[in-house]
């Protein structure tokens, strides 16, 4: 790393990691950037996210399929492929590619409780 503090979202990326690594990039108290990387994980059965904040996620590398409670089938996500997920928007990850490392980019906004 040199002085301007510049780093790799692809940096120490792993095939062998036995739950999902986060890594919390950069945060306020309005926004938090968080590094995601998954290999071949997913949401526990019968498990939904219900997050108090949105949450905006792009796919960087990998594939994955998200499931959001109110759609039949889960979206596949390719590099490239993002999504805005409102607060309280109950989803899971159903499933990460296996051989590879899936890297997310997420950005959690703000606080919908009053």
Known sequence: M???GMKNLFDDLSNMLPEELVTV??????VRIERIVSTGHGSPEGFW???D???WVVVL????KLRFEDDD???TMRP???VLIPAHRKH????TTPNEPTVWLAVFMGDDLD
């Open 61 to 64: 590398k990998g594939e994955a």
């Open 80 to 82: 490239g492929d993002h």
């Open 49 to 51: 996210y219900d997050q």
């Open 25 to 30: 990039l950069a945060e306020n108290q309005h």
């Open 73 to 75: 089938e889960p979206a």
């Open 53 to 55: 904040e949105a949450e």
């Open 92 to 95: 899971r990850v159903e499933w």
């Open 2 to 4: 040199g002085a301007s």
